[in-house]
């Protein structure tokens, strides 16, 4: 074995290319996404050292165009489940006993492949499957998923240095083990990078993972699996599998070996795998890693001092850059009344700009919202709204699923800061405005504290600092990741660590050594070199 003490590479964020017209990444890009929309695949899940196809075929669909099938993926069952928890058990000895560095060398490795010669190809896929524009692609897809490997190959050898001090005559170690049994990655469909760094995380650390993405997510999935398998990652350390989640969930959460689940989802979803998991407690080796990151109704709120056209432009990126699919998506703003008029006229100038569309026409700045699912219950708040004599539609509020599931970007006023659209999650291009005196800015921080069960993201626009430190105060409980005089999206990797508390999740900083330590289990050596040979202390002599 060799000995050392290794250094990673030191980590920079992967820079973001521009995609601009006639840039040599932009046709690459085109060309890419043209030769994967005009074939079929045939996709295959991946346990063990099998590519494993149940014949069971499910059509995977573009959201913008919802008759084009771009391929099938093969559904598995509870046996499937059972196969891929077997293999990864079957791979756990050896791939925890393999040294660290040569672990971090496949990711690291990975990122670079994602880097060059794969960045197309991931890119091209979270267009087709999810329908994003490429920007968004790029920075999910491309540029955060390589971050999440270089930078937790960093963060695992911070880890690893964390040593007690020693006494005389007495060495001190911890060892930071993987965990006893097996990890499940339940991913979502919105981001890529999400979806690669959720088994990738607790598999760098030496843990081996049963990985569930949603269905609208497998088309870009299974290429990052194939990306892993092209950087030399060992069968069965990752299973890739394609099962309904409650038949995944009985298996899973009933097995024995089961060590902890890398979870991004709904709140609803999350309870009752925390409430499954506490009713099963009896059944395991130990107390299960729970880490998750769930909903939001993430919040703007603007100062009397705020710049108008600063907030306008918070809200309309940060509210409708990928069809508001983002769990840090603003989804409620709070305006003072002295602005409104400004920042009105500059949210309706902007959304008249905005063109929606396919992703495969790069001025398309708005695409198309999941699935048929996620279509009927957004248009469902729309529908409520615009029957509501409390509510004014200032923009948008169209929506067609005749093509693909298209919902212009909307803009909803209302007199109630308690209306339902100000508290529930919607996870779609809508944002709700509610306009305050500005003599009560004080006053709407604590409606903000409590109007939502969520604490994911928020931001505050104010050039008065008297007021960013009020609201940094008020709300220190209301956002895990909050902003001053930004949008309260586009958490970047190493710079700001992502999550929330309360029904937002267990925060545990997705990009950051916090969510990593949580996949090992740490021992404590405590060597001797000259053990004492009499039981008697001095205190017990007499005088």
Known sequence: MMSGFFKVPQPVNEPVKSYAPGSPERKELQQTYQNLKNQQLDVPMYIGHEEVRSGNKQPLTMPHDHQHILGYFHEGDASHVTRAIDAALAAREQWANMPWQSRAAIFLKAADLLAGPWRAT??????????????????????????????????????????????PGVWNRLEHRPLEGFVFALTPFNFTAIAGNLPAAPAMMGNVVVWKPAYTQIFAAQFLMQLFRAAGLPDGVINLI?????????????????????????????????????????????????????????????????????????????????????????SRAYIPANLWPEVKQAIVDDLKTFKMGSPEDFGNFINAVIDEKSFNKITKYLEAAKNDPEVEVIAGGNFDKSVGYFIEPTVLLVKDPTYVTMCEEIFGPVITIYVY?????????????????????????????YAIDLATSKLLHAAGNFYINDKPTGAVVGQQPFGGARASGTNDKAGSVFNLIRWTSTRTIKETFVPPVDYRYPFLQAE
């Open 122 to 167: 991931l890119n091209a896929a979270t267009m087709l499957g999810q329908s994003k524009n490429a920007y968004q692609a790029e920075i999910d897809s491309a540029c955060e998923m390589i971050d999440f490997l270089r930078f937790n190959a960093k963060y695992m050898t911070e880890i690893y240095a964390q040593q007690p001090e020693s006494s």
């Open 242 to 330: 394609y099962v309904d989640g409650p038949v995944a969930g009985d298996v899973i959460f009933s097995h024995r070996q089961f060590a902890g689940i890398h979870f991004t989802g709904s709140t609803a979803v999350f309870n009752n795998i925390w409430k499954t998991i506490g009713n099963n407690l009896h059944l395991y080796r130990g107390y299960p890693r729970i880490v998750g990151e769930t909903g939001g109704k993430d919040f703007i709120v603007a100062h009397p001092s705020a710049e108008a056209k600063e907030v306008a432009t918070g809200i309309t990126r940060g509210a409708f850059e990928y069809q508001g699919q983002k769990c840090s998506a603003a």
């Open 437 to 465: 005196e500005e003599s009560q800015f004080e006053n709407i921080l604590e409606v903000i504290n409590t109007t939502s069960p969520y604490a994911l993201t928020g931001s505050i626009f104010s050039r008065d600092r």
